[in-house]
């Protein structure tokens, strides 16, 4: 069973920083399209950032400029560097592997922006 395992979520100040990671078996890892999605409360699930696997990134308008998404190939890990929170990226946070049209998610990991 292909877990993915999400980190570094927690409560921060706006205008602070927090690291995402997203752990990915080796597997799959070389071979996926890792992607970052969030769902604030009461609202639907929306993409925030995604990687594949020869390093073309995507970001969600929202948070261009403020967030960078990366992989290091030698942990099976991508990562999800966020500066300059704000209140409104307040969501649980969900990382998304697509690794040829199967797709796995993890279990989600909350990410809290204070005002």
């Known amino acids: 069973q292909v877990q993915l395992v999400e980190s570094g979520g927690g409560l921060v100040q706006a205008g602070g920083s927090l690291r995402l990671s997203c752990a990915t078996p080796r597997s799959i890892f070389s071979s996926s399209t890792v992607a970052w999605y969030r769902q604030p409360p009461g609202k639907q699930r929306e993409l925030v950032a995604g990687?594949?696997?020869?390093?073309?990134?995507n970001y969600a308008d929202s948070v261009k400029g403020r967030f960078t998404i990366s992989r290091d190939n030698a942990k099976n890990t991508v990562y999800l560097q966020m500066n300059s929170l704000k209140p409104e990226d307040t969501a649980a946070y969900y990382c998304?592997?697509?690794?040829?049209?199967?797709?796995?998610w993890g279990q989600g990991t909350q990410v809290t922006v204070s005002s």
């Open positions: 990687i594949t696997s020869g390093g073309r990134t």
């Open positions: 998304n592997a697509v690794n040829f049209a199967r797709t796995y």
